[in-house]
Antibody, heavy 125, light 112 residues
Framework: EVQLLESGGGLVQTGGSLRLSCAASGFTFTSHAMSWVRQAPGKGLEWVSSISSGGVNTYYADSVKGRFTISRDNSKNTLFLQMNSLRAEDTAVYRC??????????????????WGQGTPLTVSS | DIVMTQTPLSSPVTLGQPASISCRSSQSLVHSDGNTYLSWLQQRPGQPPRLLIYKISNRFSGVPDRFSGSGAGTDFTLKISRVEAEDVGLYYCMQATQFPFTFGGGTKVEIK
């Protein structure tokens, strides 16, 4: 069974930093691209960042570019999101999501087929 | 960025009756490889999103066959043939044809 377990969220001051983790199990982690998607309270889904299966290619939403860094440790089946210069508008539940397997593309097969429960982040002054 | 527009915002439905959700993209979602990376997600209250449909019309593993997807280019539809109580929640379309991935604003399906 696929499991994605996020951790590291919490309350942080404006301008602060935090690192989120997503521990993956139940599948071959190294074969899948991974993404972070966030959801502000009462709002819809917002894609944040994606990383290729091997960790070489990364993509970011403009709203977080230059402040957030996605990475992965394939030896530990873990995905990370380092978040710096945090703003109130970053307040959200952050979920990791697995990219569907692709034999061709290291960024996945074009959809997110499994999602974690999420970890909440509150940024406040 | 590709903007995804969903309608309606809310869909009150009688149990056993059909429901339909529309999703329109601001540009074609046809990828250079010929695929269209449009998917549909369901989010039940208090739960994470769950994949229902991928590449327009492919039902994901374990998804009941009352869910179906259709469309092409910039116009897509999710249909529930007979709404059940467990279908209550928010539904999102998502495009992954190009970065940044983008989502529709969501449609709330509720029982009348």
């Amino acid at each position: 069974e696929v499991q994605l377990l996020e951790s590291g969220g919490g309350l942080v001051q404006t301008g602060g930093s935090l690192r989120l983790s997503c521990a993956a199990s139940g599948f071959t982690f190294t074969s899948h691209a991974m993404s972070w998607v966030r959801q502000a309270p009462g709002k819809g889904l917002e894609w944040v960042s994606s990383i290729s299966s091997g960790g070489v290619n990364t993509y970011y939403a403009d709203s977080v570019k230059g402040r957030f860094t996605i990475s992965r440790d394939n030896s530990k089946n873990t995905l990370f999101l380092q978040m710096n210069s945090l703003r109130a508008e970053d307040t959200a539940v952050y979920r990791c999501a697995r990219g569907a397997y692709s034999e061709i593309y290291d960024m996945g097969a074009g959809y997110l087929d499994d999602w974690g429960q999420g970890t909440p982040l509150t940024v406040s002054s | 960025d590709i903007v995804m527009t969903q309608t309606p915002l809310s869909s009150p439905v009688t149990l056993g009756q059909p429901a339909s959700i529309s999703c329109r993209s601001s540009q074609s979602l046809v990828h250079s490889d010929g695929n269209t990376y449009l998917s549909w997600l369901q989010q039940r209250p208090g739960q994470p999103p769950r994949l229902l449909i991928y590449k327009i019309s492919n039902r994901f593993s374990g998804v009941p066959d009352r869910f179906s997807g259709s469309g092409a280019g910039t116009d897509f539809t999710l249909k529930i043939s007979r709404v059940e109580a467990e279908d209550v929640g928010l539904y999102y379309c998502m495009q992954a044809t190009q970065f940044p991935f983008t989502f529709g604003g969501g449609t709330k399906v509720e029982i009348k």
